[in-house]
C-alpha cells in the first residue's frame, strides 16, 4: 500500500471510528490505575535518542507503569538494555504487514498511548488499534482528531528534547536532566575493546571518531575538509581516526580513508551497538547532523557538530558541557530549500573552516582531553 493511499485509508478510517467513539480527554485518566503504556517512536535514530530523557521522566515520576516501545527495528539493539523499558515492539513497516502488529497490539491492553513524534499515518493508526481511549499525539498531525490530548507546538526553536518531553508533561512528568541516554551491555564495551586493540596493534591510540555522511549531502560537511582535518589531528595527537558509515555510504568512507596518512578504522556497516561500543572509547567525536552525532552526545564522548540545514537550539547539544557546534548558515545563505533536501551547493557546511574546527579542538576540546600543562598542542594554521 503506497505513503498516499495509507494516509487517505487512514484518515476515512479513523474519522469513521471516531464518530462511534469519540476520545475522551485526558483529564480523564485515572493515573494510579494506570499499569501498561505504549509509547511510539518509529523513525530514526536520532528521534529515538531525543526521547530518551521523556522515557525516563515517566519512569522516574510513575516507577510502576510498565512502558513499551514501538521502535524501527534498525534500532532495537540500541533501545533493548535501556532499564526503564518493559520490552521493545519492531515496527514491520507499512503495508499489509501492520495488520499481526495491530492485533498484538490490542491484545496486550495498553491504558495510555504516547506518539513521541509527528505525523506518519501508521503511528496513529497503531495507537488507534490498542483500543485505549487515550492517546497523546502532536496538535500538527492531521489526524489529531483521534488524540485525547493533542499537544502543541509554539516555539519553532524548541529544542528536539524539550518537545519530546511535552508528550509527557501533561501527565505530571518532567525532568531536569536533559541528557540523552544511550545503555550499552559491557559485553559489547569489552568486544570493542578487543577488537580494538586487534586492529590497532595491541595498544588502543587516542581514537577520533567521524561522521562524514548522513541521510542527505545537503549535511555534508566536504569529505576533503575532513581528510585535513584527521591528518592535522595525527599529525599533533598521534590520534587514530574511526570513520562511521553504512553499507549505503562505505565507498565514501573509504574513499576519505584512503587519503588519510594515520591508522583508520572504517565501520562500514558494522552492527549498531559494536559501533556504539567503539564510540564509547572516542576521546573526540567530529561529525554531521546525523544519528551517530547524538550517539556521541549520549555516551558523554566530547562532540563537535558541523551544522547546516537545522538550527543548533533545536537539534544540536542541549545542555551539556560535552557538546558544541559550528554553524554559519544565516551568515551565507538564506534560502530554506535544504530543509526539504532539496540543496544544490550546501555552502553554509562549505563555510565551516578546517581551522575554525581546529581552533574549536584547541580551544574547547584540549581542556577537556589533557590536564593543565600536559599533552601536545594543535596548530591554528591558515
Known sequence: MGHKLLKWWTRQYLRRQVRRRPPPPLSGVALQAVQRVLLINSTALGDILFSTPAIRALKETFPEWRLDLLVNPHYVSLVQNNPHLESIIPFPGR??????????????????VIILHGNDPEATLLAWATGSHHIIGSAGSPLNFAYAHKVERFDPFEHAIERRLNFVRPLGADTADKRMQLFL???????????????????????????????????????????????????????????????????????????????????????????????????????????????????????????????????????????????????????????????PNNICLKAIKVAEVVRTVKDWWEPRCFKSGSGARLKTGR
Open 185 to 343: 551491555y559491557s559485553r559489547d564495551l569489552i568486544r570493542a575493546e578487543v577488537l580494538l586493540l586487534r586492529h590497532f596493534g595491541g595498544s588502543l591510540p587516542l581514537l577520533v571518531a567521524f561522521h562524514p555522511t548522513g541521510s542527505g549531502r545537503y549535511k555534508w560537511w566536504p569529505l576533503e575538509y575532513y581528510e585535513e582535518l584527521g591528518n592535522r589531528l595525527h599529525e599533533t595527537y598521534g590520534a587514530a581516526i574511526l570513520i562511521i558509515s553504512g553499507h549505503q555510504d562505505r565507498k565514501e568512507a573509504e574513499a576519505l580513508a584512503a587519503r588519510l596518512v594515520g591508522p583508520i578504522l572504517v565501520t562500514a556497516g558494522r552492527p549498531l551497538p559494536e559501533v556504539a561500543a567503539f564510540l564509547k572509547h572516542c576521546r573526540l567525536f567530529v561529525g554531521n547532523d546525523s544519528g551517530p552525532l547524538h550517539m556521541a552526545l549520549a555516551l558523554g564522548v566530547p562532540s563537535i557538530a558541523l551544522l547546516g540545514a537545522d538550527h543548533p537550539a533545536r537539534v544540536g547539544p542541549y545542555r551539556v558541557d560535552w557538546g558544541t557546534f559550528l554553524r554559519h548558515k544565516e551568515e551565507v545563505c538564506q534560502e530554506a530549500p535544504c530543509l526539504f533536501n532539496r540543496c
Open 95 to 112: 503495508s499489509w504487514r501492520l495488520i499481526p502488529l495491530m492485533r498484538e497490539l490490542k491484545r496486550r491492553q495498553y491504558d495510555l
